[in-house]
């Protein structure tokens, strides 16, 4: 890992111009990690840009006081990623999640740089600082700036990093928290990162309608195999009515795995032109393989896919019966 950060820091000092990036319908990860590596560069007199396909949720838009994220515009900001001398591709490591930047992002000759924590890298990249037992990419840009001067943590940069991690994390409680993650946040405290205000700005902006959607959410919830596995649905009615889009289900899957004897959770979302899903599982249960069968990826407590131009009722049913085989034996407590 060390020579990898070494090697992604001699990058950093080196260049000139640089295009930060993270994937389509950015969270707490990935933008916190985009502002606080851009604000370091910054400080070293780089130009920076930060372009992201998808829009900043409003309730992020805390992150990036000085308004350098910017929603990536193909007829404005192509160039931009052409001439770019280094590209930084944050919380991802598959091209097609920047979406409508990815050919830019594969034609342009800059030097690319992947920084993330999960598994099976797309190869593109000219350098690659991965770590999949990292809690979040936050964590990773936390110890290259730390290697790069111990004293780059402004109160800006701690508070971006803190919110990558706490909400990677589901605020401190995942697997891969252990001390050393808290001695992190605790030096980001120390720096400046006000964990009252973050939780603040994160977890109690939602809408009216966003907390109807978890009722009707929680409402859809169904069991299987002797209740060892729970599922949720949301439908494009449900959003309708709730005035709510895909973002809004942010996290929505903690709420499975909250009943007693669940082990594997799902989130069902149906998108306009096909379906989301996530999975969650407990212990030792690898739900990134069953992730896989469906063309997602993950880690082996989280994972998530994504199919187009199928119905719901469908791939429900083919997901529940595809889940047995990972369920019935394993688990948690192990
Ligand atoms: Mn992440």
Redesign the pocket.
């Known amino acids: 890992m060390n020579h990898r950060i070494q090697a992604v820091a001699d990058v950093l000092k080196k260049y000139r111009t640089f295009v930060l990036t993270t994937h389509v319908n950015p ?1 707490g ?2 933008l916190g990690s985009e502002v606080a590596l851009a604000e370091w560069l910054i400080t070293q007199g780089k130009q920076v840009h930060i372009l992201n396909h998808s829009a900043t949720p409003d309730f992020y838009s805390f992150l990036d006081p000085n308004n350098r994220i910017k929603q990536f515009n193909e007829a404005t900001d192509a160039r931009t990623l052409a001439d770019a001398d280094v590209i930084v591709v944050l ?1 991802t490591n598959h091209t097609d999640r920047v979406r409508s930047m990815q050919a830019h992002l594969l034609s342009s000759k800059a030097i690319k740089v992947c920084i993330d ?2 598994l099976d890298p797309e190869d593109f990249a000219d350098h690659y600082l991965i770590d999949d037992d990292a809690t ?2 936050g964590e990773i840009v936390y110890r290259l700036l730390v290697h790069l001067n111990e004293n780059s943590l402004s109160p800006l940069i701690s508070q971006a990093l803190y919110c ?1 991690i706490m909400t ?1 994390t589901g605020s401190f409680r995942f697997p891969r928290v252990d001390a050393e993650i808290h001695r992190i946040i605790a030096r980001l405290i120390e720096c400046g990162a006000d964990p009252v205000q973050i939780y603040h700005e994160v977890y109690e902006q939602w809408t009216a309608g966003r907390v109807q959607l978890l009722g009707d959410a929680l409402a859809s919830l169904r069991t299987e195999y002797n209740g060892r596995l729970a599922h949720i649905t949301i439908t494009q009615n449900d959003l309708k009515q709730t005035g709510t889009t895909e973002v809004d289900t942010d996290n929505f899957t903690i709420y499975p795995m909250q009943v007693a004897g669940v082990v594997a959770g799902i989130l069902f979302l149906e998108l306009k032109d096909g379906i989301k899903m996530s999975f969650r599982s407990k212990g030792d249960i690898p739900i990134n393989e069953l992730a896989k069968e469906f063309g997602g990826n993950g880690h082996k407590n989280a994972a998530g896919a994504r199919l187009y131009n199928c119905s719901l009722a469908d791939i429900k049913e083919v997901v529940l019966k595809a889940a047995s085989k990972y369920i019935t034996n394993g688990g948690f407590p192990a």
């Open positions: 969270d990860d990935g919380d924590h999960h979040s990419t990558a990677d």
